[in-house]
């Protein structure tokens, strides 16, 4: 069977890795194309965790958020947002035809589609509805982050859609319980027996021999203790937060590096740096940029910090954290209670506005290492247990199934 998974991503990240786990431990040897946006940040890093044999093709369609951007950009940022909403509707039906086409070229059986929010990208949605068309059989809409509900003028295009979408998926897929309800804040799929949710899990990476240089690279001595905070600098990740919470961590303990791991825009990363800037203790916090093998800085992590604020559906840094043992300080946002568990088991959770209980939390586990040790050990069970890397392959594989 050969089955087309169809994105657009506009950010490096979650749902490269998501589409790499699926890949990898797909049950039995199905063939893949993973058909994408051509100006995907994360294009290359995706192409470099996919087994070699995956084929990956790319579209550059009108809709392309990125695409748009790039004729857009020199306008202010309510007019390209204003502009953005009404091309949708208009370029649709050119874009669906497009994707047509570019789905009966690849010749496959079955496909996934996998969307970022919802309504996220327009190519995800459009594809699943060209599929139907063109085959009369149906797919999978996967969606990764929370939907929004209907907006003002555009309803009426919005409904549409969605009802089309509805109709040609047998499954409507989101990564934790809490996000795949939350789409029933649109009416169309508010009574629909079509929602459900698979967790995430990682792809099935060695964990043996990591050799990692990182406290020799920066001059850190064996006992310093190092601080992950992984995510794009997007407001809804929490970065403001943290570094407010870091004041007191600081104060409370010297041998302490924060590493920040991820990317933002020109303007995000300025205004966080500049942020930083203005502690006494900036120079114990480095930047690092994307990096898409983040082994050697886990393997050497004593705490993990997940500061978000808003949309976050289910923290796969959670269980990237879980799979090296290192304990968790996270935010009560979104999915993360599903993700982590039960509080001061893998780790601590506060709510989003607390930013005393989140420092507090940081300085109990520098404090108390048996404790910190013993978190790690659960996440590490616990990950086993429910984030196992062919759980997610054989659930979607039984979806799928439905579908021949």
């Known amino acids: 069977m050969k089955i087309v998974i ?134 999978i809409h996967n969606f990764h982050n929370y939907p929004v509900n209907y907006r003002a003028i555009f309803a009426p295009y919005e409904l549409l859609i969605d009802r089309k979408l509805n109709n040609s998926c047998s499954d409507i897929v989101s990564v934790s319980s809490d996000c795949a309800e939350s789409i029933r804040v649109r009416s169309v799929f508010k009574n629909s027996e079509k929602i459900s949710f698979i967790y995430n899990s990682l792809y099935n990476k060695s964990k043996n021999n990591i050799t990692s240089n990182v406290k020799q690279t920066f001059g850190l001595t064996h006992d310093n203790k190092i601080i992950l905070m992984i995510g794009t600098f997007e407001p809804r990740k929490g970065h403001k937060y943290l570094i407010d919470a870091m004041e007191a961590v600081f104060q409370a303990h010297r041998d302490i590096t924060l590493f920040i791991i991820g990317s933002g825009t020109p303007k995000e990363t300025a205004d966080l740096k500049l942020l930083i800037s203005k502690f006494k203790w900036n120079h114990k916090v480095h930047f690092t940029g994307f990096i898409p093998d983040i082994s050697e800085y886990m393997s050497v992590a004593d705490i993990v910090v997940i500061p978000s604020q808003e949309h976050e559906s289910f923290g796969l840094t959670a269980i990237e954290a879980m799979s090296y043992a290192v304990p968790i300080v996270s935010t009560n946002v979104g999915g993360l209670p599903e993700t982590i568990g039960e509080n001061g088991y893998c780790g601590f959770r506060t709510d989003k506005k607390d930013i005393r209980g989140f420092s507090k939390n940081i300085i109990c586990l520098i404090k108390d290492t048996s404790l910190a040790k013993k978190m790690g050990q659960n996440g590490l069970i616990r990950v086993n247990k429910l984030f196992a890397p062919g759980r997610m392959a054989r659930e979607y594989q039984a979806l799928l199934q439905k579908n021949i």
């Not at 490269?16 to 993973?34: E, G, H, M, Q, R």
């Not at 789905?103 to 059986?109: F, G, R, T, V």
């Open 6 to 139: 169809f994105t657009e991503n506009n950010k490096g990240g979650g749902m490269d890795t998501f589409i790499a786990s699926l890949v990898k431990n797909w049950p039995n040897k199905d063939k893949f194309i993973v058909i994408c946006n051509h100006n995907h940040p994360g294009l290359n890093y995706l192409k470099d965790i996919l087994p070699k044999n995956v084929e990956v093709k790319t579209h550059l369609l009108p809709l392309n958020w990125s695409f748009l951007s790039s004729f857009l950009r020199y306008l202010p940022m309510i007019i390209q947002r204003m502009a953005r909403q009404i091309l949708r509707p208009l370029l649709a039906p050119y874009q669906y035809m497009k994707i047509k086409k570019i789905l009966k070229k690849s010749k496959a059986d079955q496909l996934i589609s996998v969307n970022g929010g919802y309504p996220g990208g327009e190519t995800c949605r459009l594809a699943n509805i060209a599929w139907f068309s063109l085959y009369k059989k149906k797919s």
